[in-house]
């Protein structure tokens, strides 16, 4: 910041570091809710993969005992994929919240945009005015002038 910064100015440098960490914040959870994807994905592979060696084995023929194995190892791999989609539901609502949080800070920064247009407006129509009267005055004083030399 500068020795010379407006409180607006200072606002906005603020609103910016705000709006950047949240946007820095929303990555990482998109980052991680592409993980937790990847990894429902590859569960939900396997457990496909090992179905399918399910149906394999049955075809061939199996023992009551490996059934009961396979029955439960799938079994434990859906609880597995419940807890794999839950947990990919939460990662979302994250990046939801991250993401509103972002948008928020961007609406605060566009505010203060808004306000420092403005006064850079009012500014530039007050300098248009003073240099207006500026230019006013300086035909008045001519034109005074110009009736007194005419009068002597």
């Known amino acids: 910041m500068s020795a010379n910064a407006s409180p607006l100015d200072t606002l ?4 910016q570091g ?3 960490q949240a946007g820095q914040a929303l990555a990482s959870e998109r980052q991680n809710e592409q993980q937790v994807a990847g ?3 590859a569960l939900h592979q396997y457990r496909l993969e090992y179905a399918q060696k399910l149906q ?3 075809s061939e023929g199996i023992d009551p005992a490996s ?5 439960q190892f799938l079994d434990s791999l859906d ?4 807890r794999a989609q839950q947990a990919l539901k939460a990662q979302q609502q994250r990046v939801s919240q991250r993401q509103a949080q972002w948008q928020q800070e961007q609406r605060r920064l566009s505010s203060y945009d ?3 247009a403005r006064r850079q407006q009012e500014q530039r129509r007050h300098e248009a005015r003073q240099e207006l009267r500026l ?4 035909v008045n004083g001519r034109l005074a002038r110009a009736r007194y030399a005419s009068d002597i």
Do not use: C, G, H
Not at 12 to 15: F, K, P, Q, S
């Open 12 to 15: 906005i440098e603020l609103a």
């Open 114 to 116: 808004t306000l420092t």
């Open 39 to 41: 990894q429902l994905e």
């Open 79 to 82: 609880a597995a994929l419940a």
């Open 56 to 58: 394999q084995a049955m």
């Open 67 to 71: 059934m009961r194995n396979y029955q």
């Open 18 to 20: 705000s709006r950047d």
């Open 135 to 138: 230019n006013d005055d300086l």
